[in-house]
């Protein structure tokens, strides 16, 4: 194989990239909004997302930190605040907040499905999409939101 042919291969390749990326970010945004679609009590969607800034020696690696996300629960959508349980750290514009580590059991299912959807993409789509050391939250219709996410 020569050079011209090692050179094509490299574009080949940069193109996939560029494909995959592409398709990725569209089934994203679709599936996200379906997502939704079977969960009406949930707003909102966050998780982190960063490289460290120290790994003890250990390369650092971009990361996606979506095993537990913080979901934001529409309060009319459960019928009232009465009816919100405990744990919610504020309520702010009839939604309330529920960091990841501290959801009632009753929300863990929600959780879970759309953890099993961002799961499915890989930490390159995230980065590309959302960058580094940020904190996401994805809405309902797709739209989303990006904060510098502070982690030292």
Known sequence: MDALAVAQLKTRLEELK?????EAKAAFQEGIVAAFEVLPIVHAVGWAQYTPYFCDGD???FGVYNDEVDLYISVEAVG???NLPSGH???DDGVAYYAGWQLPDIYHAAA??????LHAF??????DMFGDHARVVMYRDGNFEVKEQDHD
Do not use: R, V
């Not at 560029?18 to 592409?22: E, F, L, P, R, S």
């Not at 879970?112 to 959807?117: D, K, Y």
């Not at 890989?122 to 980065?127: K, T, V």
């Open 18 to 22: 560029q494909d995959y990326t592409k």
């Open 59 to 61: 390369p650092c690696t």
């Open 80 to 82: 009232g605040e009465a």
């Open 89 to 91: 750290e504020y309520i």
């Open 112 to 117: 879970e499905e759309i953890q099993e959807f």
């Open 122 to 127: 890989d930490s390159e789509i995230y980065l």
